[in-house]
């Protein structure tokens, strides 16, 4: 089963054919949302709804270990996660697909690991590459063969939120080797590889990031929503091209 977890944008997939939901509960509470059971050709697909129903849940408020636990319950053994984010690197725009192969992590205070607390065995992963390559060569397959343009490798920086970066921070970013900033890479990677799912990231520019471009003042938000509404169309092309492979 496949799993797909939708950001900001993406609140549900118009390709899926849903034919039940459930409301999951985990040791670690609840999800963000309830989990959607159905159908994309011959795929099994689970859908859940990162920030919730309404996109009413932050950031650093999602329930990253609830989510993961409740997909891997469900059956799910790799996961498509879709995340806006804004551009570092000069020649992202607005619009524009990637799909990235590293992360820096700069969030703080998260519940960032299954493996903590009194009784846990502690148990430490390789996350070298925090990606699942194979994941990854199979969405730029699908991306080329339904001929929907998705830049192959970039650097996630994932920050706390729920504000944006200052320009200074975005320079900082950059020198540290990110292309892209998001607020919700991280844990939800290191949890996936914690419970051996495969995981891999669609990240959509949802705008450039503070000092860069048309965002060198201030970040147009009023633009945000009518770039991510043309972009997850892409989006869903791509995933439901990954499923009829």
Not at 131 to 157: F, H, I, T, W
Not at 164 to 181: F, M, N, S
Not at 219 to 238: C, K, Q
Request: glycine letters at 12%; aromatic letters at 6%; proline letters at 4%.
């Amino acid at each position: 089963m496949l799993a797909v977890i939708g950001g900001s944008g993406l609140a549900q997939l118009g390709n899926l054919e849903v034919r039940r939901r459930k409301r999951a509960r985990t040791p670690y509470g609840k999800p963000s949302g309830a989990l959607a059971f159905g159908c994309i050709a011959d795929c099994d697909v689970v859908f859940l709804a990162r920030h919730g129903d309404g996109h009413s849940v932050a950031p650093h408020e999602v329930n990253y270990r609830a989510n993961l636990w409740a997909l891997k319950d469900a059956g799910a053994g790799e996961v498509v996660a879709v995340a806006a984010v804004g551009a570092i690197r000069r020649d992202l725009e607005p619009g524009a697909l990637l799909l990235p192969h590293q992360v820096i992590d700069y969030t703080w205070g998260r519940r960032s690991s299954y493996f903590e607390g009194p009784g846990t065995p502690l148990k430490h992963i390789d996350f070298t590459e925090p990606y699942s390559r194979e994941l990854r060569s199979r969405l730029l397959s699908a991306a080329l063969a339904c001929g929907e343009q998705m830049l192959d490798g970039g650097v996630y920086a994932a920050t706390q939120g729920p504000r944006l970066e200052t320009a200074a921070e975005i320079d900082r970013l950059e020198r540290d080797g990110a292309d892209v900033v998001g607020m919700t890479g991280m844990p939800e990677a290191a949890l996936a590889r914690e419970l051996s799912l495969q995981y891999a990231a669609i990240t959509v520019v949802a705008n450039y990031a503070a000092g860069r471009g048309d965002s060198r003042r201030a970040v147009p938000l009023e633009r945000i929503g009518a770039v991510l509404e043309e972009a997850m169309g892409r989006v869903r092309n791509i995933i439901d091209r990954l499923c009829r492979q």
